[in-house]
């Protein structure tokens, strides 16, 4: 089973007590920090909770999987997620 967003705006308007309009723009304004801090290169740290950070990915060489065809992947970027210690006890409890 998973929370969608629509699930989880009605556990933060509840939680919160907020109305599901006032809790979606707080979802969509945490979306817009997070989009915008990562496109900058900044990390979002919410202690306790997650840490997101922009990581560079070297190039490198890849394979199709259907032809085994060898590819060339160019460098890039990519997304690291951390659990904080508050979602880490969570999951083991």
């Not at 509840?14 to 990390?43: C, I, N, R, W, Y």
């Not at 997620?81 to 979602?87: C, D, E, H, R, T």
Request: glycine share 8%; aromatic share 2%.
């Amino acid at each position: 089973m998973s929370v969608n967003r629509t699930d989880l705006v009605a556990a933060i308007a509840e939680k919160a007590s907020l109305t599901k309009t006032d809790a979606d723009k707080a979802l969509s304004a945490l979306q817009e920090v997070l989009v915008d801090s990562l496109g900058k290169g900044e990390a979002v740290k919410v202690t306790g909770l997650l840490s997101v950070e922009r990581v560079e990915r070297k190039a490198r060489t890849g394979r199709n999987p259907r032809t085994g065809e060898e590819i060339k992947i160019p460098a890039g970027f990519g997304v690291k997620v951390s659990a904080g210690s508050a979602l880490k006890k969570a999951v083991t409890s």
